[in-house]
C-alpha cells in the first residue's frame, strides 16, 4: 500500500515539539518531504537530524515570519502541498486577570500566526493553480473551556471560525482546510503546564487518566496519525470540518 503522502511536500509550524513534532515524524514515515518551524534551536535541530525533515527557526508570533514558513519551505523543497498550524501558547489568564499583553501574545501565537501562515500557502498554491491541504490543530476549549483559559479560548474559538471561512473561499481552488479540536494531550508542554499553573506532583498523568473515560490522555501519535489522514488524497472531498478529536461529547449531560 502506498505511504499516505508519498510525493507530498508539508510544512508542519509549531513542529519541534509536542503534537507537532509528532505530526513531522508522522508525515516522513508517510513518504513526504517535510519542514517544520520552531524556536527552540537545539530541539529543532535534534528533531531534524532524527527524521530528516528541514528544521526552519521562526517566531510564528511575527507575521513577517509566518509567511516566511512558508517560503522558506518553498525555496528548499520546492514547493509546499501540506500545511500543518500546531503552534499554540496556553499560558493561563481569566477573564478578570488577563492583561492586554497575554491577551496580544495569545492572538498572536494562536490565531494571528496560522492566518498568515494560511495566507501565504494559499497563495503560493494559487499560483501553482495546485491543489492542496490545510490542518489547524485547535483545542476542544474552544466550545467554551475553563474559566483560567479566557484568552486563550478567545483565540481558538477564532480560529475556528478562520478555518470554515478559509475553506468555504477557496474550495473551489480544490484547497482542502480542516482544523482538530484535540483534548487532553499528553506532551512535553502539559507537562510543564500542569507543573508550573497546577502543582502537579509526578503522579499527574496517573491522576488524569483516573478522571477521563478512556483511562488514558489523548496521545500525540494518535492525532499524527488523523492529522496525516486529513492532509492525504484518502481523506477524500472533506473541507471545512472541525473536528472534535476527543472523549468527552460536547453538549451531552449526565
Same mark, same amino acid.
Given at each position: ?34 519542514? +517544520? ?52 501558547? =496556553? ?19 494562536? %490565531? ?12 503560493? %498554491? ?21 474559566? +483560567? ?9 477564532? %480560529? ?32 510543564? =503546564? ?44 472533506? =473541507? ?15
Amino acid at each position: 500500500m502506498r505511504p499516505l503522502l508519498e510525493d507530498k511536500v508539508v510544512l508542519v509550524n509549531g513542529g519541534s515539539q509536542g503534537v507537532g513534532a509528532g505530526i513531522v515524524r508522522a508525515a516522513v514515515r508517510e513518504g513526504a518531504r517535510v519542514a +517544520f518551524t520552531g524556536r527552540r534551536t537545539d530541539v529543532g535541530e535534534q528533531l531534524a537530524a532524527d527524521t530528516g525533515a528541514l528544521f526552519v527557526r521562526a517566531d510564528l508570533s511575527d507575521p513577517a515570519q509566518a509567511r516566511g514558513s512558508v517560503e522558506q519551505a518553498v525555496a528548499a523543497l520546492g514547493r509546499v502541498d501540506c500545511l500543518v498550524n500546531a503552534a499554540g501558547l =496556553t499560558s493561563r489568564g481569566s477573564l478578570l486577570d488577563t492583561t492586554p499583553e497575554l491577551f496580544d501574545a495569545h492572538i498572536a501565537i494562536n %490565531l494571528r500566526a496560522p492566518f498568515f501562515a494560511m495566507q501565504a500557502a494559499v497563495r503560493h %498554491l494559487l499560483d501553482r493553480a495546485a491543489p492542496g491541504t490545510v490542518v489547524n490543530i485547535i483545542t476542544s476549549s474552544a466550545h467554551g473551556g475553563q474559566p +483560567f483559559l479566557a484568552p486563550y479560548v478567545a483565540a481558538k474559538a477564532g %480560529l475556528v471560525g478562520l478555518t470554515r471561512n478559509a475553506a468555504h473561499a477557496h474550495r473551489w481552488d480544490r484547497i482542502r482546510i480542516n482544523g482538530l479540536n484535540i483534548g487532553w494531550t499528553d506532551t512535553e508542554g502539559e507537562e510543564a =503546564t500542569q507543573r508550573e499553573f497546577h502543582g502537579a506532583g509526578d503522579d499527574w498523568r496517573e491522576k488524569a487518566a483516573r478522571s477521563v473515560p478512556m483511562g488514558k490522555l489523548g496521545q500525540v501519535d494518535e492525532i499524527a496519525d488523523f492529522v496525516v489522514f486529513l492532509l492525504s488524497d484518502r481523506s477524500g472531498v472533506v =473541507t471545512g470540518s472541525v473536528i472534535d478529536w476527543d472523549q468527552n461529547v460536547f453538549g451531552g449531560l449526565d
